[in-house]
């Protein structure tokens, strides 16, 4: 098993899409999932760098083992289904605390999935970019009888939580954080709006997250290295340091 | 039994489906009902039920990943005592030992058979040991390097001799009060005769690490909890605690601790087990099994249990876990529930050193895992490639590494062919190139397609169940041209990635079989560039594919140029169909131009040029110029060959003079000869058009002026008759250098002054000036010859003089002039002359000056250099030799010294690099 180098955790609502996103993502599909059980990770190689995605599960039966999964976390996603605003409440009264374990440098961002049911605009993926996208999974027939409106002229739902608010909670989690504002990435890099269904900004979430924790691998790599003392090697700092006084 | 409902049963042991049937509630009555149906039927396969112990162990799943197999069976633990029930287990080896709820300990020799593949247990019983209390026995754990079994009953630790049974008196501290202990597999102190043991004692919120030796307990440590432990395991000084309302990790060496998650102890029975270094398996809300480090970190995901587990066990790469009713295998590389296994009244479930046991309270039985292998293998039949490889993958590190390379391999390869036969190309072709498979397994899938004398035999046991592409496609004819189309790529990359090492042969024939077959036009790019295609077969199939071209090629590829030229004349006859290039008459008299071997041009040549001279004839013009004697045709041959084919001789005569310059008189007349006879002919023809005429003077006409080796008088005898060819005698006089006779014909028969100006140009052309002066004055006074009828010509020769001044001598021309000529007539040439004339003397003086005034300039240097007298006496010496002068000759260095003439001449022989120096000085006599 290849070790990790650094650890993002998605944390949210059940049934807000948190498996749905790590899907489109990874296997660059829609389909319908089960419940997640418990949690589940995928490693992702990024560049020379390995990074553990954890889903988690947002069932309240399985709340206790969320300071586990963020525990170490480097970057937690939060996610809220923009059509339902007690998720969107639900992150801060039932999520936010889970954090507490997460490293004190962590980032945070914030994903209101499911725009394709709001906005029209998320219902053109943006530019996938990956060769390796299959055409015609886009079309992938959900299992589900709910999704009867017809791509061609979808059925918009009334959108429950708005960018703003989403913003508005990036600051408070800032605040719970006790960070200053300005020390930390600001709000409009932060805050998302996906779809997991259509892969609407689904790499661009993914892959602004990736580049966001670079510098957190960088700095566990060398605090690593400097704890390791290499006896084959020599000291060659302090030897320096007596060729100057001589 | 209790607690598990039929309903329940059949739910957990579908697949992943029924999983989630767990996480959904709301899932409808009529879909439970389905999947009820369906895990009966599951549950109902033939030859998997166990009567023989009375239980009903039945395996139903999509992985047989373990098998499980009786140890102690009832009769041997109890007879006929229906209330005692097993409390305990301890397996050590070959030792089994069994705790009662009676107080007895039974100990059991195990041991392994193996019959027909299948692992079986038969069980001895050795001894059997009450303890005199009426508790049942809780704990059992053997120390094997100390001979112990410490044994926890009644709240009290105990040691008993392992073999004997009996109890062993010990020093040190009394072990009371005990809730639980465990021992440390990963002990802190390297003492190889004392076992590390962490007790939860009854009375404090404390955990006491303790070390056992052979005789004597010691207690090392207490470290306090916030809460009672119900349960614990422990790695190096990491204790991983149960608590009543969560699990926490605690350095019992530094003290610090980590919470790990909530979890409700009253309500579900902890499970806390080690399950390698420093890393735990606990029983967590929901009926997960979590994984957690020492750090308090998960690194792998979780699995899914039932609510009602009761005992954890880890068998890389499994998660075995025990419940009400069943067993259940996970697998911990995709959390996927992989085999469960029904068994009722489960009590114990451990893994003890590799052997997982699990246990009712009345009999006990042995979790054999199937060889790795046979998994792998029955994931493969069920086509579950991912899993399969996830679990070979998974299970790299306890394999030897050259094992393992062998293995994965081979089940790269099985997946490929699975994924192809699901024609999956591109997962194939990955599985395939990964998997390094040898491409002859592929191709020997497609019938007829490897070579009759390929030594290549299917690998054994077989990759894949096909016997080959028809059974694959199952008639289907789509599905054949995909698989073919598939195998063409294939090959193509196996081709050029140089991984075909070794049987080329077989990738180029079968590559060569399938353009061939689907009329692919890199058959010829295949024949054309480096290839192995091997002829005895390849040239069947072409034939019967009627790609004659091709074989042609194939044929001139193994050198049997002989069997491609019959061929493709064949073609070319329409003899044999095959149209793959429309200009194969054109190829073929290209091929036979490059043909080295002769014998098989010249069989040729007649037929070519039979077929078309003109085109024919390129046998001989295109041939390449080689080094090789033996290749070269000799033009001689070549020219008498030819004599049959006019057309083509004059083709090919035209190559030699014309492009290839061949001086060879021969030629040069023979094709002279050739181009009068047809400008002759033409005259003699009335259908000639002047199309026709002019174009064959032109050619003769050119060839006249620019040759001088043909043979003129021969030529002149042949236009001589002739009053139309005047141009042509013009030149062959010319040629003869008889210019009056050229001049006449031109001025005064053919009457064009043009021509005859053209002429004078022409003959004087290597010439110098004198001699074309001479020409121009022939010409002039041919002009004014006044005794030819028609008398003088006054206005060509007026025109000859203005247009050509500068070649004439005028003082000759003014003489020659009638009188009676007016000066404005001649003006121009006057004017010219005139111009000449001063331009020439003023050029001169121009130059004379010039050369008055450089060599002006020499004197002056020269009289410089000369500088003023040198004094000579006899007193004087010389700088070379130190002498005096004797004589009065000496020589002057540069800068005036004089010096012996003798001496300077050695100097000079001396330092040769010196000798340009010495040569500017110069001699000079004594003044
Ligand atoms: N329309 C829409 N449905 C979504 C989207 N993402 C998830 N879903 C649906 O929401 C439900 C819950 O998704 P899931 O990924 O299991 O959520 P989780 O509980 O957060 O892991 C499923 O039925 C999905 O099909 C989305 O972007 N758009
Ligand atoms: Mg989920």
């Given at each position: ?43 992702k ?23 586990m ?38 980032i ?45 002229s ?42 997991a ?29 400097n ?14 340091k ?5 | ?138 704990e ?6 100390l001979?112990?079994?410490i044994?926890l009953?009644d ?100 003290g610090?601790s980590?919470?790990?998650f ?13 399950i ?203 599905k ?13 990359e ?13 990738v ?113 013009t ?18 008498k ?56 003077r ?30 042509e ?38 010439q ?9 004055h ?150």
């Amino acid at each position: 098993m290849k070790k990790p180098d650094v650890k993002v955790a998605i944390l949210g609502d059940m049934n807000v899409g948190k498996t749905s996103l790590l899907h489109r993502y990874t296997e660059r599909k829609f389909k319908d999932t089960i419940s997640t059980v418990g949690g589940a990770f995928y490693l992702k190689q990024w560049g020379p760098y390995n990074i553990s995605i954890w889903d988690t599960a947002g069932r309240e039966q399985f709340h206790g083992l969320g300071s586990m999964y963020c525990r170490g976390a480097a970057a937690i996603m939060l996610i809220y289904d923009v059509t339902n605003w007690q998720s969107y409440v639900e992150l801060e009264n039932r999520f936010l605390s889970l954090t507490d374990t997460a490293n004190a440098d962590c980032i945070f961002v914030i994903v209101g999935n499911k725009a394709d049911l709001t906005d029209s605009q998320a219902h053109v993926p943006e530019a996938q970019s990956e060769p390796g996208a299959e055409p015609g999974t886009e079309s992938e027939p959900e299992a589900s009888p709910t999704c009867l409106p017809p791509p061609a002229s979808p059925l918009l739902l009334h959108r429950q939580v708005n960018r703003e608010d989403a913003m508005a909670l990036y600051g408070r989690v800032l605040r719970y954080k006790g960070l200053e504002e300005n020390a930390c990435l600001p709000a409009d890099r932060t805050c998302f709006e996906t779809s997991a269904k259509t892969g609407y900004n689904v790499d661009g979430l993914f892959e602004t997250v990736f580049d966001m924790v670079l510098p957190s691998i960088l700095k566990k790599k060398s605090d690593g290295e400097n704890s390791t003392v290499d006896l084959e090697i020599p000291r060659t700092d302090k030897k320096s340091k007596a060729g100057c006084c001589s | 039994m209790s607690g598990c409902s039929p309903q329940e049963a059949a739910v957990r042991s579908g697949s992943t489906a029924a999983t989630a049937g767990r996480g959904k509630p709301e899932r409808s009555g009529e879909q439970r009902g389905r999947e009820n149906r369906e895990a009966q039927q599951q549950s109902s396969l033939p030859g998997q039920n166990r009567g023989a112990t009375g239980w009903d162990v039945n395996i139903s799943m999509s992985v047989k990943a373990f098998e499980l197999v009786p140890a102690v069976e009832r009769e041997q633990l109890m007879g006929e005592k229906v209330r005692i029930g097993i409390e305990c287990i301890e397996c050590c080896g070959q030792h089994l030992y069994v705790g009662t709820n009676d107080c007895f300990i039974h100990h059991f020799l195990l041991e392994e058979r193996s019959t027909k593949g299948r692992l079986t247990y038969s069980s001895q019983k050795l001894l059997q040991k009450f303890l005199g209390l009426k508790k049942p026995v809780a704990e059992l754990k053997a120390a094997s390097a100390l001979e112990r079994l410490i044994i926890l009953c009644d709240g009290t630790v105990s040691l008993v001799d392992m073999v004997t049974l009996e109890p062993v008196p010990f020093g040190g501290a009394k072990v009371k009060n005990v809730i639980a202990f465990c021992v440390n597999e990963n002990p802190v102190t390297a003492d190889p005769f004392c076992v590390e043991m962490a007790v939860v004692s009854a009375r404090r919120r404390a955990v006491q690490i303790f070390t056992v030796h052979e005789d004597r307990v010691q207690m090392l440590k207490e470290v306090t909890t916030p809460e009672q432990p119900c349960a614990l395991s422990v790695d190096g000084y990491f204790l991983c605690l149960a608590l009543p309302t969560q699990y926490m990790i605690l350095n019992y060496s530094s003290g610090a601790s980590q919470d790990l998650f909530p979890y409700d102890s009253e309500e579900r029975k902890p499970i806390v087990k080690r399950i390698g270094r420093e890393e735990f398996l606990l029983a967590a809300p929901g009926g997960l099994g979590m994984f957690a480090n020492a750090e308090g970190i998960s690194q792998r995901a979780p699995v899914s249990w039932s609510e009602s587990v009761i005992g954890a066990a880890v068998c890389f790469p499994y998660v075995v876990a025990l419940d009400e009713g069943f067993v259940t295998v996970h697998s911990m590389l995709d959390q996927q529930l992989k085999q469960t296994l029904s068994f009722r009244e489960g009590h114990i479930l451990q893994n003890f050193e590799g052997k997982v046991v699990v246990s009712s309270t009345k009999a006990v039985y042995v979790l054999v895992p199937l060889p790795l292998e046979q998994q792998i293998q029955d994931l493969l039949a069920g086509h579950r490639v991912e899993e399969a490889l996830t679990l070979a993958e998974g299970a790299q590190r306890n394999i030897p590494k050259d094992k393992f390379q062998i293995l994965h391999k081979r089940i790269l390869q099985q997946a490929g062919f699975i994924q192809f036969g699901q024609l999956q190309f591109s997962e194939a072709k990955e599985h395939f190139r990964k998997g390094q498979l040898d491409v002859r397994e592929l191709i020997s899938l497609y019938p007829l397609l490897l070579p009759a004398s390929s030594s290549f035999t299917r690998c054994h046991p077989p990759l894949h169940e096909f016997a080959d592409l028809y059974h694959l496609a199952q008639g289907d004819q789509e599905k054949v041209q995909r698989c073919k189309r598939f195998l063409i790529s294939y090959l193509r990359e196996v081709r050029s990635s140089e991984s075909t090492n070794g049987f080329r042969e077989d990738v180029d024939t079968a590559l060569l079989k399938l353009y061939a077959e689907s009329g692919h036009d890199s058959l010829l790019d295949l024949l054309a560039s480096n290839n192995a295609c091997l002829l005895a077969d390849s040239a069947p199939w072409l034939e019967k594919h009627h790609r004659y071209f091709a074989l042609g090629l194939l044929y001139h590829y193994n050198s049997q140029d002989a069997l491609a030229l019959q061929l493709w004349v064949r073609v070319v006859n329409g003899d044999l169909q095959d149209s793959t290039r429309a200009d194969l008459f054109e190829y073929v008299v290209d091929f036979l131009s490059y043909c080295s071997n002769l014998d098989l041009v010249w069989k040729y040549a007649e037929w070519a040029l039979q077929r078309d001279q003109k085109i024919g004839v390129q046998i001989f013009t295109k041939r390449p110029v080689s080094k090789e004697q033996t290749a070269q045709l000799n033009p001689d041959e070549v020219v008498k060959y030819l004599e049959k084919h006019h057309q083509a001789l004059v083709l090919y005569l035209e190559h030699l003079v014309l492009e290839n310059k061949v001086q060879k008189e021969k030629y040069h007349t023979q094709l002279a000869v050739l181009y009068a006879d047809r400008v002759l002919g033409l005259l003699t023809r009335p259908a000639a058009t002047e199309e026709q005429l002019c174009s064959a003077r032109r050619k003769l006409q050119h060839l006249l002026r620019e040759s001088d080796l043909y043979r003129v008088q021969l030529l002149l005898g042949k236009l001589q008759d002739s009053e139309l060819l005047l141009t042509e005698r013009a030149t062959l006089h010319g040629k003869l250098e008889e210019h009056d006779k050229a001049l006449n014909i031109l001025v005064h028969q053919l009457k064009n002054c043009r021509a005859a100006e053209d002429y004078c140009t022409w003959a004087s052309q290597d010439q110098d000036q004198a001699y074309r002066q001479r020409l121009f004055h022939q010409l002039l006074s041919v002009y004014l010859d006044p005794d030819v009828p028609g008398g003088t010509q006054t206005v060509e020769a007026v025109d000859l003089l203005n247009r050509y001044s500068d070649i004439f001598d005028s003082a000759q021309v003014l003489e020659l002039v009638p009188e009676a000529w007016s000066l404005t007539l001649l003006r121009p040439f006057l004017c010219g002359a005139l111009r000449a004339s001063v331009h020439a003397r003023r050029t001169a003086q121009v130059a004379l000056a010039l050369a008055q005034a450089e060599n002006m300039q020499l004197q002056h240097d020269r009289l410089k250099y000369r500088g003023g007298p040198v004094f000579m006496s006899e007193k004087r010496g010389c700088q070379l030799c130190h002498n005096t002068f004797r004589e009065p000759d000496f020589v002057c260095l540069p800068g005036g010294t004089p010096v012996h003439t003798h001496c300077a001449t050695q100097r000079l022989r001396d330092s040769p690099t010196k000798r340009s120096q010495l040569d500017h000085g110069h001699t000079c006599n004594h003044t």
